[in-house]
């Protein structure tokens, strides 16, 4: 796609720190990372996030991710990884081409990544009815 920003790394138009490639993948370090070894695995092909992307293309995807975040483990001495995903604005979504975050967490790193809401998950069993019943 012409205006993105990650079409334009994966062209070569825009550098990076590549970590890995594939026919369908490429793989390369956050420029603004959240911990040491913060990387982004993305199909080349654009989509713009998980509602789009065809199960082929994500099946392959996660199996990436899974190959770095060992990787990172093997080569960074990490000691915990965290997977990310954003989908939409609303949900932190910066750049509209689908990418998985693998941000590795150290013994006594600096990184906190809190649960904080005011939702309490009153409505377990109304919510469990809509996500199962039939439409
Ligand atoms: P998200 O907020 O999930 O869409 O993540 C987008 C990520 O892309 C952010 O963590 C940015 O730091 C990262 N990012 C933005 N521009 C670049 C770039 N030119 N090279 C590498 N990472 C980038």
Redesign the pocket.
Known sequence: MEDC?FCK?IKGE?P?HKIYEDKKTIV?????PWSRGHC?ILPKKHFRDILEIDAETLTHIILVVQKISVLVKEKLGVAGINI???NNRIA????DHI?F?VIPRYIDGSLKISHSTEYKGDDLEEVTKLLTESK
């Open positions: 920003l790394i825009i990076c390369f370090l956050d420029i603004n982004l990310l995903q954003n932190g979504q910066g750049v990418h975050h």
